[in-house]
């Protein structure tokens, strides 16, 4: 079944450094999507991404993150200078239309640690 | 008005009892309401979701129930198993987009 894939599954960084999390969405899948938990909290919509640019993001996705799909398979999330509140989980999603009722389907996370 | 809000945070149901999680929205843009299982270490995974114009929907054990004048959805698992025992996320989006608004989560754990 195919699946949507994250790298690393775990990066511990220190404060103010730059970190890059990757994630390969499902191959035939358009849309593609950033969400975060922190740990305990709900899941926070951070940034969909279409057709080489931004659909639609949140008031979270601030200067300090960028997204950006450098290959037709690869889909990544940066963040410029980490801050110790960005620790979380950060979850990569694909779907394959805009549609609402399409599901989107979600990576196993790559859980981020600022220090 | 984006938020939705669930309830309990908690839940612990011997198995072959009930579960109920409920839920409730504000903001009636919202046109699609998916529920999420969540294991740990793991990422959500689409349960079963539903549309405002219809006040249930079935799927083997487990059953949404929607009042749209109320603005308040619930999840039921019937049967419970052990296996059942996971994080439920209520989500409602609208527009398309995928930009899914999350609940706080119910962490269920079912006892054998």
Redesign the interface.
Known sequence: EPE?TQTPSHQVTQMGQEVILRCVPISNHL?F?W?RQILG?????LV?FYNNEI??K?EIFDDQFSVERPDGSNFTLKIRSTKLEDSAMY?C?S?EN????????????TRLTVV | QQQVKQSPQSLIVQKGGISIINCAYENTAF??FPW?QQFP??????LI?I?PDVSEKKEGRFTISFNKSAKQFSLHIMDSQPGDSATY?CAA?????????????TKLQVIP
């Open positions: 949507v849309y999507y969400y909290q709900k899941v926070e919509f969909s659909s639609e949140s979850f999603a779907s805009r549609a609402v009722n399409t599901e989107a389907f979600f990576g196993q996370g | 046109d699609y999420y270490g793991k990422g959500p995974a689409l979701a549309r996320f989006n609208s527009g398309g987009y995928q930009k899914v608004t999350f609940g706080t989560g």
